[in-house]
């Protein structure tokens, strides 16, 4: 069982130094999962709704087909901030799930509150692990930002300035989709595809090489292969392994008690970042599961994080 332990706040730049520092104190967490489990149990720990009313301020554009593989349309949400006059900065939402669950309407919390702060934003769904195996659910997210920047206009999006967010298996997409922008796919010949300033990862893989989750059954099944078949695989679906000077500045949130994408995961990128001069904050959150981000008690501290660094990042 994995045990609380400090793991450093930290950043490369001014700005993330600034942001950090100027952060609210950190609501307490628990020191191991039980104590986690026993809180949500008991009713302790309150979930965020998932899908809120959308306020007088949005106008949001539901059930949009982006793409249609074979008989299967493939939707996303738009979200458009009625304050705004000039074209927006756009924040994309990759929702997790072990890549074999999940939907956008997870999303809907974010993609509300984001919208409310003057953001255009969209949450995608992608064809699941059991439906097709990796590189699909990559191609289907580029293909949904992509498709999104081809209607900038309808939706006043501001293409030079766009963003990810995603938890889990939506933050290793996210990871994937910023640091290994020059990677082929079948709609998008390599360097053509829509490129990004800023990422948000939440508790997501980054290297799926490492032995502490590489023998996870939904990897496998994400992959197709097992580790042991095909770890040149493992290594290209890899965030970290894509990781270079020049990449999207990252704003990485962990729970330091995730028992399913252990924070060293966090910890090997954030170093990556650092030595390839990537903007980076990295900001664990002490005593935090898998999800921390949706509870009423810790959610605004990670607002406060997500604002501050979109404002910095995706401001021209």
């Known amino acids: 069982m994995i045990q609380d332990r400090d793991y450093p706040s930290r950043s490369n730049t001014d700005a993330g130094r600034r942001i950090l520092t100027n952060a609210p104190p950190v609501v307490p967490g628990y020191r191991q999962f039980m104590g986690f489990l026993f809180a949500l149990v008991s009713g302790k720990a309150q979930v965020l709704p998932l899908t809120p009313p959308v306020s007088a301020d949005v106008t949001a554009h539901a059930d949009l087909t982006y793409l249609t593989v074979g008989n299967k349309e493939l939707k996303l949400d738009v979200y458009v901030p009625k304050t705004t006059a000039k074209p927006a900065p756009l924040v994309v939402l990759i929702h997790g799930g072990c890549w074999m669950d999940g939907t956008r309407k997870e ?24 439906e097709a195996p990796y590189p ?16 900038a206009p309808t939706y006043n999006i501001d293409p030079s300035r766009i963003a990810l967010v995603g938890g889990s298996a939506g933050g290793h997409m996210v990871e994937y989709l910023g640091y290994a922008a020059n990677t082929s796919t079948k709609e998008h010949p390599q360097g053509t595809g ?7 990862p ?29 770890p040149k695989l493992y290594e290209e679906a890899s965030p970290i392994t894509h990781v270079d000077k020049g990449d999207p500045a990252t704003l990485l949130l962990h729970g330091t008690i995730d028992t399913i994408v252990p924070i060293t995961q966090a910890e090997k990128l954030a170093k990556k970042l650092e030595a390839n001069n ?32 979109l404002a910095e990042y995706l401001a021209k």
Do not use: C
């Open 107 to 130: 999303y809907g919390y974010y993609a509300v509150t984001l919208a409310r702060l003057g953001y255009v934003t969209a949450s995608v769904d992608y064809r699941l692990s059991e």
């Open 194 to 200: 829509p490129k990004v300033k800023a990422i948000i």
């Open 278 to 309: 990537v903007p980076y904050v990295y900001a664990p959150f002490k005593g935090g599961y898998h999800g921390y981000d949706m509870f009423t008690d810790t959610n605004p501290g990670v607002m406060y994080l997500i604002e501050h660094f």
């Open 136 to 151: 699909a659910a990559i191609e289907d997210s580029r293909a949904a930002i992509q498709w999104l920047t081809d209607h």
């Open 202 to 230: 939440f508790y997501g893989w980054s290297d799926l090489t490492d032995a502490s989750v590489n023998y996870q059954y939904y990897m496998e099944l994400f992959l197709g292969k097992k580790y042991a078949d095909a």
